[in-house]
T-cell receptor, first 110, second 112 residues
């Protein structure tokens, strides 16, 4: 069975501080990992995925298969980064639905 | 142009009633999903349809019945509503082979 764990419910940092949102997964195959974000009063949207290895809004995430982690990082947090962040996994076969972690609320204080 | 839309946005109803939530996407996707977000913000897949065919049916009560009249629509009907059904229900769509899912704005269901 596949599982995604986000250990922090809430992460509060000051503007300009580095941010790391943790995500660990368990899956026996080769998963696809994603980060989705939900800003206040907006719909859930894709932030980035591990395959693209890109930086979106200053965020990056590296898939570490040895540690089965996909942590989301940003060197300098901005107030507009405040949102709910979900790590998600999709299996490489069969079902295409996402398995989500429980989410981490990021609060960036001025 | 709304990509994935849901109606209604808010739904307040009493226990025992039957209600439906509708979802429509205009992205030309062939796969649609229903997710449930509980009070702790935990998101969980409920159903998925591909080309009007049910492909994922998670462990949800039989009171929940999805219906897909065509590829662009996926409705969720709930019978005999219970207090525990109160949640935000999200519809999403994607290409079957695509990687990104597009989410609707959610329907906040409150059962009193």
């Amino acid at each position: 069975a596949q599982r995604v764990t986000q250990p922090e419910k809430l992460l509060s940092v000051f503007k300009g501080a580095p941010v790391e949102l943790k995500c660990n997964y368990s899956y026996s195959g080769s998963p696809e990992l994603f980060w989705y974000v939900q800003y206040s009063r907006q719909r859930l949207q894709l932030l980035l995925r591990h395959i693209s290895r890109e930086s979106i809004k200053g965020f990056t995430a590296d898939l570490n298969k040895g540690e089965t982690s996909f942590h989301l990082k940003k060197p300098f947090a901005q107030e507009e980064d405040s949102a709910m962040y979900y790590c998600a996994l999709r299996s490489d076969t069969g079902r295409r639905a996402l398995t989500f972690g429980s989410g981490t609320r990021l609060q960036v204080q001025p | 142009d709304t990509a994935v839309s849901q109606t209604p946005k808010y739904l307040v109803t009493q226990m025992g009633n039957d209600k439906s939530i509708k979802c429509e996407q205009n992205l030309g996707h062939d796969t649609m999903y229903w997710y449930k977000q509980d009070s702790k913000k935990f998101l969980k897949i409920m159903f998925s349809y591909n080309n009007k065919e049910l492909i994922i049916n998670e462990t949800v009560p039989n009171r929940f019945s999805p219906k897909s009249p065509d590829k662009a629509h996926l409705n969720l009907h709930i019978n005999s509503l219970e207090l525990g059904d109160s949640a935000v229900y999200f519809c999403a769509s994607s290409h079957q082979r695509g990687y990104e899912q597009y989410f609707g704005p959610g329907t906040r269901l409150t059962v009193t």
